[in-house]
């Protein structure tokens, strides 16, 4: 167990919907970082927030968005849903520092149909 | 644009037997991060090892280690005495600035 809680576990949803996958990073973790693992795409960083603020972007589409809240669990918003959003959604933690190991949560398997 | 190539979608090990899986990658910084991640049928991501790009050291992780060689920008993880437990999709990673690159990975079969 790595301290990282995902929910929900799963998701099934319609093309157009919107969802939200939430993340609990570990205990004295400041940072959290999404990630979408997909058979086509592999896996690809999405998003980080470091104490509440964006701090680097990656491969996010524009219907997706991300926060983290104060008490420091964080939010991704995936909108206007494709099929090709179908993945499974990681959520990672650290505290932040460079190269600091990231501990992965469990995922989040969003399907749309 | 920095890349992590990892050439080996699938290998096989007996049981008890070492086996090596290869990453290079591709970066014109000097100060990085480099990890190896397991991912079980569970799909849970486990972290294996992790090496700093300006230690000379290799890292080791009991019977995980690991071969950096940081001219070739080459990272391959190598596992010894195989237990069917190590069977799993092996990620290659690089970091910096908290932007984690992934390799495609390699899925490891062990054989009983």
């Known amino acids: 167990d790595s301290g990282v809680t995902q929910t929900p576990k799963h998701l099934i949803t319609a093309t157009g919907q919107r969802v939200t996958l939430r993340c609990s990073p570990r205990?004295?973790?400041?940072?959290v970082y999404w990630y979408q693992q997909s058979l086509d795409q592999g896996l690809q960083f999405l998003i980080q927030?470091?104490?509440?603020?964006?701090?680097a972007k990656g491969n996010i589409l524009e219907r997706f968005s991300a926060q983290q809240f104060p008490d420091l669990h964080s939010e991704l918003n995936l909108s206007s849903l494709e099929l090709g959003d179908s993945a499974l959604y990681f959520c990672?933690?650290?505290?932040?520092?460079?190269?600091?190991?990231?501990?992965f949560g469990p995922g989040t398997r969003l399907l749309v149909l | 644009a920095q890349t992590v190539t990892q050439s080996q979608p699938e290998m096989s090990v007996q049981e008890a037997e070492t086996v090596t899986l290869s990453c290079t990658y591709d970066t014109s910084e000097s100060d990085y991060y480099l990890f190896w991640y397991k991912q079980p049928p569970s799909r849970q991501m486990i972290l294996v090892i992790r090496q700093e790009a300006y230690k000379q050291q290799n890292a080791t992780e009991n019977r995980f280690s690991v071969n950096f060689q940081k001219a070739a920008k080459s990272f391959s993880l190598k596992i010894s005495d195989s237990q069917l437990g190590d069977a799993a999709m092996y990620f290659c990673a690089y970091n910096r600035d908290d932007k984690i690159i992934f390799g495609k990975g390699t899925r490891l079969h062990i054989l009983p």
């Open positions: 990672a933690s650290s505290g932040g520092g460079p190269g600091e190991t990231q501990y």
């Open positions: 205990s004295g973790d400041l940072s």
């Open positions: 927030y470091y104490n509440g603020e964006e701090r």
